[in-house]
């Protein structure tokens, strides 16, 4: 395979932010490395590292600041 670019490594941190932001995934989940690694599509290298390191920034920065859900509603017909 061949050696990804930084373009590619952001997109897979990116990739690992995006699935701990939407994941029900705690620190006091049990076997959390495990089921952390279950979840990561990447098994090899700079690839698996990234895709971690993003998924645990999502978690820790979902612990400091909660996400905020909007209810967006529709504009009324012009």
């Known amino acids: 395979m061949a050696k990804s670019t930084r373009f590619d490594l952001?997109?897979?941190y990116?990739?690992?932010w995006s699935a701990g932001r939407d994941?029900?995934?705690t620190d006091s989940t049990?076997?959390?490395e495990a089921t952390?690694?279950?979840l990561n599509p990447y098994r090899d290298g700079e690839e698996k590292e990234?895709?971690?390191l993003g998924?645990?920034?999502a978690r820790s920065r979902l612990e400091t600041r909660p996400a905020i859900k909007v209810q967006r509603t529709s504009l009324p017909p012009a």
């Open 23 to 25: 994941s029900s995934v």
């Open 50 to 52: 990234r895709w971690a």
């Open 55 to 57: 998924f645990h920034s």
């Open 14 to 16: 990116i990739k690992g």
């Open 36 to 38: 952390i690694a279950a």
């Open 10 to 12: 952001s997109r897979i």
């Open 30 to 32: 049990d076997g959390l």
